[in-house]
């Protein structure tokens, strides 16, 4: 997510690849998918979407209670619903076990848990910093003021991502990191944390933070589109490292690397002059 400081613009409609909107894509060839994060929004939609399509489903979330009703609307059938905190490394070698057991493959692992806390650096608790690493976003591109924790966490997100693409890639494993833009979801409600902002940077911050309030409700990308697009994902052979989701990120993420190419050229001189 970014600030208000880019001017309004048509951005090109961007189309998928045939492959993620196939008309058959009901019939997946992913048999096997893991997704943390489900309770609400994106995570949840994924969930539906691959089940529609005839996988089997593992779906994960730190608080147990959260998955009770979810099992109960889908039931039993290729579907597992399990308490997982990803910080805990046991959690997570037993989910993987269990999954195992009830469907004998993993094919998909979505890592889709998300939390932001707006806060400058110097405000923010170090417990909220540490707690922050998750699936990237748009923020693994661009930086807004209030929200360095946050995309610090992605543009880690995406260099690890980078650096493991081509670890597993002799394995026949590929990896990809969605950066979305604005989504539909609650992401800037609850799901935000938003502490009392230092006066020193409510022009920044604090500007920042109704921005966010404002843009609430309005984000142009529905979960349920980005969904059906993941699901595509899995389906296809040729998939990108990095996928931009939405008009919005689209546009964004063009202005920051137009930015950085404009700087990278005016500082050249001084780059070379180390040789």
Known sequence: MCGPAIPAQSPPEVRPPTVWRNADADRMRVSSLVDHGVIRGLGRAIVEAALQSGASVIATARDPKTLEGFSKSVGDTGFLALAVDVTNESDVINAINMGYKK?????????????ANLASVEDIDIKDFRRIFQISSLGGRVASPGLTAYQGTKWAVGGFSTGLAQEVAPFGIKVTVLEPGGIRTDWAGSSMNIPAISEPYQETVGAFAEFLRDFSGKEPSLPEKIARIIIGLSEADDVPLRLLIGTDAVEY??????KLSIEDKKWYGVSVSSV
């Open 253 to 258: 993420a063009a202005k920051a690397a137009e």
């Open 103 to 115: 469907f004998g493959r993993i094919d998909v692992l979505v890592n889709n848990a998300g939390y």
